[in-house]
């Protein structure tokens, strides 16, 4: 069972530059989100999905675009990287409100 | 937004010692999670607490949610190396408009020394 699958592991652009991070789950969880995490910090919520269907934004949305392909898959789009955006990105999914929140292993981003 | 504030933030004791990290925020949440993140790891659900005033023991840890769920405690008793890591507090939004929303705390950085 492989859970939470992101994709890379590890990344590293050139201020400008633009790229997709894939996530995708395979225990049928309606929730799905994306989180940054940065040395020192906890994790902070980019955007999430409800559900199939919705995306809303969370606590650091700017300079990034989410889509919710479908139940199983919830990418997370750069379309300019800058070098604030350096950090440890997570993807999770949840089955729905009060349950767990299952993380993929992580991937690392370099923006020089 | 809906914060949540976790304290402290680092967190050095010898083996053996009792901690407490405490997480609150003003607002209502109508669940809150503890996870525990080793290094290069996604963060792993330890417990849930979903009633005001719930407490649940996990061995050596005991998680409280407050009353007016705006707040949870994580005490961990005779504290061992084994329990170094980050922990982190998470909550559900309270429903309306933001349904499904995840929000973390900053996170407790523990380490236990032998």
């Known amino acids: 069972n492989a859970g939470v699958t992101q994709t890379p592991k590890f990344q590293v652009l050139k201020t400008g530059q633009s790229m997709t991070l894939q996530c995708a789950q395979d225990?049928?969880?309606?929730?799905m989100y994306w989180y940054r995490q940065d040395p020192g910090m906890g994790l902070r919520l980019i955007y999430y999905?409800?559900?199939?269907?919705?995306?809303d934004k969370g606590e650091v949305p700017n300079g990034y675009n989410v889509s919710r392909l479908n139940k199983r898959e919830f990418s997370l789009r750069l379309e300019s990287a800058a070098p604030s955006q350096t950090s440890v990105y997570f993807c999770?999914?949840?089955?729905?409100?009060?349950?767990?929140?299952?993380f993929g292993q992580g991937t690392r981003l370099t923006v020089v | 937004t809906q914060l949540l504030e976790q304290s402290p933030q680092f967190l050095s004791i010898q083996e053996g010692e009792n901690l407490t990290v405490y997480c609150n925020s003003s607002s209502v949440f109508s669940s809150l999670q503890w996870y525990r993140q080793e290094p290069g790891e996604g963060p792993v659900l330890l417990v849930t607490?979903?009633?005001?005033?719930e407490v649940k023991k996990l061995k050596r840890l005991t998680f409280q949610f407050g009353d007016a769920r705006k707040d949870s405690s994580l005490h961990i008793t005779a504290a061992q190396p084994g329990d170094t890591g980050l922990y982190l507090c998470?909550?559900?939004?309270?429903?309306?408009?933001?349904?499904?929303?995840?929000?973390f705390g900053q996170g407790t950085i523990l380490t236990v020394h032998p």
């Open positions: 999905s409800a559900s199939e269907g919705t995306t």
């Open positions: 225990m049928n969880h309606n929730s």
């Open positions: 998470a909550g559900y939004n309270a429903g309306g408009t933001s349904y499904g929303k995840l929000t």
């Open positions: 999770a999914s949840s089955e729905v409100q009060y349950t767990e929140a299952f």
């Open positions: 607490v979903v009633t005001g005033g």
